[in-house]
């Protein structure tokens, strides 16, 4: 921060990197994407294999892993009572032979494989010092206007939904180099709570080195679970199977911190497990999502599909590949679905 910048915030969050990458940042540790780091990434395309990293989007199911979140719903496009579905546009053009199908979607942002924005989380935090907690994200912009239903665009550009908004991640493009720890081939199916000393345990055994700027895939079988269950999730089983990580381990947190990783994502629902009981007192029930995407700006993927990509890298002895991976740039929206592609 220069020494005449004028910074958000009196107070920022302990452990935060409030005002590193400078006062308005809202690309947060996405700025260690470096052209050096997406040369790191290009130089891992050895076999010019190409690696699809996300669900269909009607995956997975229902709404029994978050009740909230429903699949996507098709439909034409019409003008006036007309549908623009199988239409001939000979109908209203003599001697047309056009036959035009153009259909819209309501789309939940984040029901299938999807990038969490820094506006998706934040924090009752006393940023302006006046002794009171209010609204905050990553870098201490604050909420904005109150939109209680369908209208939601915010023209504020300072505010938390407007600043820090999907679209920024894909205008300035995330792709680098991606390194993947396969948790799933260690622990299998089971619900197993992954701390720091077991992700070290496992990164150790299969050699698996990640330096600042990279991003981090967790594979653990999740996604997977999805397919397999073919659109009709278990709901008894659905938040009871495959790791997930401990985001009440202070040592694993500061892992995350000291690795410098510029973006952590998994195959599973959340990355860290959702349903830990939270300890008395004021803290979040996410804490890994306060750490990441509040204090420090690293964007969470979850519920990508990472199994055939994990199969290659370890038939092949290798856990980095080139990771392209943008969302949608819908500019207001707190998250997105995402398409990414790993290149080996």
Known sequence: ???????????????????????????????????????????????????????????????????????????????????????????????????????????????????????????????????????????GYRGGIELPDVDRNDPNPTSAARALSIDKFSATPIQGRGVLVDLHHHLGNGREIVGYDDLMRIMEADEVEVTPGDMLLLHTGFAQQLIDWGGNPDPDLIHAVCPALDGRDPRLLQWITDSGIAALIADN?????????????????MPLHEHCLFKLGV???????????????????????????????????????????ATV
């Open 299 to 341: 964007p969470l993927g979850e519920i990508w599909y990472l199994t055939e990509l994990a199969r290659w890298l370890r038939a092949n002895g290798r856990s980095r590949f080139l990771l392209t991976a943008p969302p949608l740039r819908l500019p207001g929206a707190v998250g997105s679905p995402a398409t990414g592609v």
């Open 1 to 139: 921060m220069s020494a005449t910048a004028k910074p958000r915030w009196v107070n920022r969050p302990e452990g935060s990197n409030w005002g590193d990458f400078g006062p308005d940042d809202q690309l947060g540790r996405l700025n260690l994407l470096t052209p050096e780091k997406v040369r790191e990434g290009a130089a891992e395309v050895r076999e010019g294999l190409r690696f699809c990293l996300s669900l269909p989007l009607d995956l997975p199911g229902g709404n029994v892993l978050n009740p909230r979140r429903h699949p996507p719903r098709l439909s034409p496009t019409r003008a006036g009572h007309v549908p623009r579905w199988m239409f001939e546009v000979g109908s209203m053009t003599d001697g047309a032979t056009d036959v035009i199908n153009d259909d819209a979607v309501l789309l939940h942002l984040q029901y299938s494989s999807q990038w969490d924005s820094f506006a998706h989380v934040g924090s009752l935090f006393d940023a302006d010092g006046d002794g009171k907690p209010e609204r905050v994200f990553y870098n």
């Open 269 to 285: 629902y959340a990355v860290e497990d959702s349903g830990l009981e939270k300890p008395a007192g004021r803290c979040a029930q």
